[in-house]
């Protein structure tokens, strides 16, 4: 059955101000209703004025997705009433947004296998964000719900794609690919909660379309669409018809729930702002095309070609520009290929595992330190055990340096006479298994280097080990 995923993703910029107001956009860690003055509470008479670099923004934004920016914009008024929303109605974009038209090409596949597909962008447009509700318990069974204004008049900008989205997954690689272009361009922080939220608009074939509201985590997407397919699905198969609806998804049960009939655009009754002018934005096009950084996809080709290194490693290591810059910092001191197997197989690996960030851990790990414990492994002072332990010790405790870790946990790896050493003895104490491999049973040999490598805790390289051990109970023979 054709599944048809179209996604209203609304981001946060990075303005030191608010949209239409001069309050501080930095309430992330603040208590609620700290942030707020009588433009952003909607009081009466308040007028709003525009934040000229959130524009500048939000154009850029529309650059880097190919879109064409239009001649000029105007502000509407979306009516309709909501506690969040002071004012009975919130500012945004209706017929004359930034711009239309643009384009975002994912692997929908992932990594290397995964095919090229184009999503279209039908929109990008600016608008003001709502308070937040809080509500104490679940959003159908809470008796009564706060309402925090720290958020109101936070510059958002809108990007509205085609229905081109076929599967869960591939509306989680857009989102993907959408956060990585925003923090090239150095306008959002994906780390900040809220920071990007998604509107998604779901049909199958044959079926009408609803719409799941307010997601506000990466993850929460896929497995929100995934929920929300299945119900349809299922009604579909009964006979039932689907409803045209508005749904909110609930994160922590994991399921959408029905909240309204759907509005048309006729009911919020969309009509221009008559407290801002229109505003001409056209000849700013050339300026800020020119502060457009390079992007993933440049970035990708570009490592592949200089570094020499795999597609499928060039991808990992542009997706986050953090981790692009600490690896070409990192690789400009020492071996290209080595950096890139080490930082994205193992160092993204263990970012994952602790959920932090690469601009976090290289508050614990700078690329000097990278750098050093790479050299010591390719000089062979540590194995590639060591050098994965280190890194760990590094992120975890912080404040370290490789060169303590080596010492004080007794990293050093050791020379060829220890580690035969070790092998004598454990020739001597198995020798049930030394027989089974002489019989031919090869994996009598992965038993006797694992003992091996408990004698020496683990500070020779396996791949040595095999070697001389081979050699040794071969000589006997
Ligand atoms: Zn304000």
């Avoid at 956009?25 to 525009?50: F, I, Q, R, W």
């Avoid at 009433?81 to 038209?101: E, K, S, W």
């Avoid at 690919?177 to 925003?182: A, E, M, P």
Wanted: proline share 3%; aromatic share 8%.
């Amino acid at each position: 059955m054709d599944v048809k995923i179209g996604l209203e993703c609304h981001a946060q910029l990075l303005t030191k101000s608010k949209l239409f107001c001069s309050c501080s956009t930095d309430y992330h860690d603040s208590k609620p209703n700290t942030h707020v003055c009588a433009t952003c509470l909607g009081l009466p008479g308040a007028l709003p004025v525009v934040n000229e670099r959130a524009i500048r923004y939000g154009m850029k934004v529309a650059l880097a997705l190919g879109c064409e920016v239009q001649e000029e914009i105007i502000f509407y008024r979306k009516n309709y009433y909501y506690p969040d929303l002071p004012r009975g109605f919130q500012i945004t974009q209706y017929d004359f947004p930034i711009a239309f038209n643009g384009l975002v090409r994912i692997e929908s596949g992932g990594g290397d296998g995964g095919k090229e597909r184009e999503i279209r962008i039908t929109r990008v447009h600016m608008e003001e964000d709502p308070g937040r509700l809080v509500y104490i318990g679940t959003i159908d069974t809470a008796k009564y719900s706060l309402v925090d204004y720290n958020r109101s008049g936070m510059p958002l900008v809108e990007i509205v794609t085609e229905p081109d989205l076929k599967s869960p997954k591939e509306a989680r690689i857009f989102l993907g690919k959408l956060r990585s272009t925003l923090e090239y361009l150095g306008v959002f922080d994906g780390d900040l909660e809220g920071a990007m939220r998604v509107d998604a608009n779901i049909s199958l074939e044959g079926g009408d379309r609803a719409e799941v509201k307010n997601i506000s985590s990466y993850k929460g997407v896929e497995r929100a669409l995934s929920f929300e397919i299945t119900r349809q699905k299922n009604l579909l198969r009964r006979g039932l018809k689907i409803q045209q609806e508005t749904r909110h998804y609930d994160e922590t049960r994991g399921i959408t729930l029905s909240m309204r009939t759907k509005e048309f655009e006729h009911d919020y009754r969309y009509f221009p702002e008559p407290d801002l002018v229109r505003i001409r934005i056209s000849d700013r096009i050339e300026e800020i095309k020119r502060e457009i950084p390079e992007l993933p996809d440049e970035k990708k080709k570009r490592f592949t070609s200089q570094y020499s290194i795999t597609t499928e490693h060039a991808n990992s290591l542009t997706y986050d520009i953090n981790i692009a810059d600490f690896y070409e910092e990192v690789a400009s001191k020492i071996d290209m290929k080595l950096s890139a197997t080490w930082i994205a197989d193992v160092l993204k690996g263990e970012l994952n595992y602790r959920s932090i960030s690469m601009r976090e851990a290289s508050k614990r790990i700078s690329t000097a330190d990278f750098v050093a414990i790479l050299r010591y492994l390719k000089d062979g002072v540590i194995t590639e055990r060591g050098a994965t332990e280190i890194m760990r010790e590094m992120l975890d405790r912080g404040g370290v340096k490789p060169e303590e870790i080596i010492k004080s946990k007794g990293l050093a790896s050791i020379g060829s006479e220890e580690i035969e050493g070790a092998i004598d003895k454990v020739i001597k104490e198995n020798e049930g298994a030394v027989e089974d491999y002489k019989v031919g049973k090869k994996e009598a040999l992965n038993f006797l280097v694992g003992q091996v490598m408990k004698h020496t805790r683990g500070r020779a390289e396996p791949k040595e080990v095999r070697r001389l051990l081979v050699g040794k109970i071969e000589s006997e023979f």
